[in-house]
């Protein structure tokens, strides 16, 4: 049997070999671990666009309810000012032929009297009237909006780099 003499460049060959391995080895583990990171990034970026992306689309649809609820607000608000409208020039046809009627000009003064009261008191009841009818449009309009300003706030108070 016969042996052999480790050399010293045997040795360094041997050295550097293991060297090499070790570097293999600690660079693959860098590429993995820098995959597995790229990778977890990766889809919590994408989860946070498909996130984003239904937040829009959220927002859009808040938008087109809002346009709903004022278009028929709008219709609403034109029924009523058009009922008035037709209510008070009935009224006031009504008054001329009443007006007409009178034997006197006390009689006539106190129809004219009659008349510009009860106008006025029919005027301040449909202002009130209307007013309360734009204020509740006003809230159902904007509470579609209000919701997602709310919902916007929350996300950015959970947001987190």
Do not use: C, W
Request: glycine share 4%; proline share 1%; hydrophobic share 40%.
């Amino acid at each position: 049997m016969t042996t052999r003499a480790k050399t010293p460049a045997a040795d360094k060959a041997l050295d550097v070999t293991n060297v090499v391995q070790e570097a293999t080895a600690k660079v693959e583990t860098l590429v993995a671990d820098t995959q597995k990171a790229v990778t977890e990034h990766f889809e919590k970026f994408s989860k946070g666009l498909e996130g984003l992306t239904t937040f829009g689309q959220d927002n859009v649809d808040a938008i087109v309810k809002s346009s709903e609820i004022a278009a028929k607000a709008a219709e609403g608000i034109g029924t009523e000012i058009s009922a008035y409208s037709k209510k008070s020039f009935e009224d006031g046809v009504a008054a001329a032929q009443d007006f007409a009627s009178a034997k006197t000009l006390t009689e006539l003064f106190e129809k004219q009297t009659s008349y510009a009261q009860t106008a006025f008191e029919g005027f301040v009841s449909q202002a009130t009237k209307m007013n309360e009818i734009y204020v509740a449009a006003a809230k159902d309009i904007s509470a579609p909006l209000g919701a997602r300003v709310n919902a916007a706030t929350d996300a950015l108070k959970t947001f987190s780099l």
